[in-house]
């Protein structure tokens, strides 16, 4: 199992602890300083998994530059067979590599149809658009709670809830706004909506 890290993200401790509905499972790790490590035993060794890191490595050439270096990396990913692979790997390949290049040159080497075509790529896109459209969902809800809210204090009370209005509308707990809906329509005064939009009556 490989864990990548960059840099800044690892804690120091080399322990990682995972919990779930059943339990927590945690794990010790060792550290292998990715760009202390040379490229060709891994190509050599036809570590597949590893060829995305392959960037990030040293070559045999102390003075190979930038475009020396993507060249190599994605003629060696252009050997795997399994097309579905090779695209996936070039997506991943192309996100490591953009942590040391400039992304121009990164797209240049890799295109970015490539990247696009991969199925891990398509995968998370739908996962992207699916929390999107999850979100846009609550984010609707809230709005429609909110306005409901404003409507009332605005009926009720007229311009002297036009700054509680603005306080509504600033709300996007779910929870919340439906605490003040379920609560809003008791009050008399606008001091008692000012408590309930606050959360200070009792």
């Not at 779930?20 to 597949?48: C, F, H, M, N, S």
């Not at 070559?59 to 993507?70: A, S």
């Not at 050997?79 to 692979?85: A, F, G, R, T």
Request: proline letters at 3%.
């Amino acid at each position: 199992m490989v864990i990548f890290f960059y840099r800044e993200n690892d804690n120091g401790l080399h322990r990682l602890r995972d919990t779930w509905d059943k339990g927590t499972l945690e794990y010790a790790y060792e550290v292998i300083r990715v760009w202390e490590q040379r490229r060709q035993p891994v190509i050599t060794a036809k570590l597949v998994g590893l060829y995305p890191l392959l960037p990030l490595m040293k070559g045999e050439n102390e003075q190979e530059t930038p475009e020396q270096v993507l060249k190599e990396c994605v003629n060696v990913v252009q050997e795997v067979e399994d097309e579905s692979l090779q695209l996936d790997l070039l997506a991943v390949m192309a996100i490591m590599a953009g942590g040391r290049f400039p992304e121009k040159l990164v797209l240049s080497m890799i295109r970015r149809e490539t990247v696009m075509e991969s199925p891990i790529f398509q995968e998370w896109v739908k996962e992207e658009r699916a929390g999107a459209k999850a979100e846009g969902k609550a984010e609707g809800k809230a709005e429609g709670k909110a306005e409901a809210i404003c409507k009332y204090l605005e009926v009720r009370f007229g311009l002297a809830a036009q700054e509680l209005q603005r306080q509504v509308r600033g709300i996007s707990s779910l929870d919340e706004l439906n605490r003040i809906i379920n609560n809003i329509y008791t009050t008399g005064t606008i001091e008692e909506a000012q408590a309930v939009v606050l959360g200070t009556r009792n």
